[in-house]
């Protein structure tokens, strides 16, 4: 029993600590522009997001991120996930998910979402990157609806290939859920997300949309909506093939 409760504490200890990494990261990438402050964070939040989805899909080695796109159920967009190490590693960062209706083709408005991790051992470095989770199949979206995920334990994840077509890579198998693609610059060589815990960030979604709002009334029941993110969805759409 006494095991059972230590176990339950250190998990909620160690979500804490990654919810608030993450809700760090989140400030450290608002500016101090004017028009940064007059914006709310979650919308600065989801024109970054933008920009990172426009950076992807430019890139002439993200073939595979372009044509995997097509058939993503969901994008996770994390526009700086930061990853810093001394003896004890940590990395985090904040998104927006977007879904597509099975029936429909649409696409909802962005959910926000915290993404964060910890690591332990000998390191050293510090890394920023651009994140992009493709959702590939529907447990991938049901289990990004539930209170909390881990990667690679809750939902399968391959790390997306990288170059012009089919002779630079190997496609990953499509049975997978998620597929990560990252651009990154900094002391780390690449960026594992393997472990790391993806969580919905509901009071951001109450703030977007000036009304209580969970996950499920974004991605299922698509009860709100927000125009300021119709440029991030007119990119996506684009991109896709996807109904207006």
Known sequence: ??????????????????????????????PT??????????????????????????DPDMQWFRDYMKNARGILLVPQF?????????SGGSGVLIARDEKTNEWSYPAFFTMGGASFGFQFGGQ????????MTQKGIDSLMSTTLKLGADASLAVGPIGRGVEGSTAPNLSVDLLSFSKAKGLFAGISLEGAVV?????LNTSYYQTPTKTIDILVRRSVNNPQANTLLEVIRKATNANN
């Open 128 to 135: 920023a990157s651009e994140v992009v989770l493709l959702v």
């Open 1 to 30: 029993m006494s095991t059972q409760v230590r176990s339950m504490s250190h998990s909620s200890r160690l979500f804490r600590i990654i919810l608030g990494c993450g809700m760090l990261c989140l400030a450290l990438v608002i």
């Open 199 to 203: 969580a919905a960030r509901d009071t």
């Open 82 to 90: 930061i990853k810093g190490a001394f003896f004890v590693g940590g």
């Open 33 to 58: 522009s004017s028009w940064a402050q007059n914006a709310s964070e979650e919308e600065f939040l989801v024109d970054k997001a933008r920009f990172t989805l426009e950076n992807f899909l430019a």
